[in-house]
């Protein structure tokens, strides 16, 4: 299972990788593990600002469909297009190509609630 370093997690499964006050956001490998083959992924809230923890989308599977929550409050600026037409690139490269939303943080300090890459270890093994 591949978890990396330079990321945070969530209870929840979702990943991010922060650059100054922009989070790109995605599911783990765990997560896309779990689910199986991704058929569709969906992100209505572009441009919108959500909180810490609220819904932002969607996920897709054969057999399931999964939402999406937001790691940290701020506003959806960018949404995964590839994902549109190829929404196995969730399943092929969780952590680089199946990306899925970038969000301008609201209040940085809630990344310090997240899980490093040994504590999401920790809960997976738990599950």
């Given at each position: 299972m591949n978890i990396p370093n330079n990321l945070m997690f969530t209870k929840d499964h979702e990943w991010i990788l922060l650059e100054g006050d922009i989070a790109t956001v995605g599911i783990t490998d765990f997560a896309q593990g779990e689910l199986g083959d991704i058929v569709y992924v969906e992100v209505d809230t572009l441009g919108e600002t959500l909180d810490n923890e609220a819904v932002f989308g969607t996920v897709e599977a054969?057999?399931?469909v999964s939402d999406l929550f937001m790691p940290a409050s701020g506003i959806i600026e960018s949404f995964n297009?590839?994902?549109e037409s190829t929404p196995e690139l969730v399943n092929?490269?969780?952590y680089g190509a199946g990306w899925m939303?970038?969000?301008k943080l609201s209040n940085p300090?809630?990344?310090s609630s997240l899980l490093d890459s040994k504590g999401y270890e920790e809960l997976i093994k738990g599950e």
């Amino acid at each position: 299972m591949n978890i990396p370093n330079n990321l945070m997690f969530t209870k929840d499964h979702e990943w991010i990788l922060l650059e100054g006050d922009i989070a790109t956001v995605g599911i783990t490998d765990f997560a896309q593990g779990e689910l199986g083959d991704i058929v569709y992924v969906e992100v209505d809230t572009l441009g919108e600002t959500l909180d810490n923890e609220a819904v932002f989308g969607t996920v897709e599977a054969v057999k399931t469909v999964s939402d999406l929550f937001m790691p940290a409050s701020g506003i959806i600026e960018s949404f995964n297009q590839e994902l549109e037409s190829t929404p196995e690139l969730v399943n092929d490269d969780p952590y680089g190509a199946g990306w899925m939303i970038k969000i301008k943080l609201s209040n940085p300090d809630e990344i310090s609630s997240l899980l490093d890459s040994k504590g999401y270890e920790e809960l997976i093994k738990g599950e």
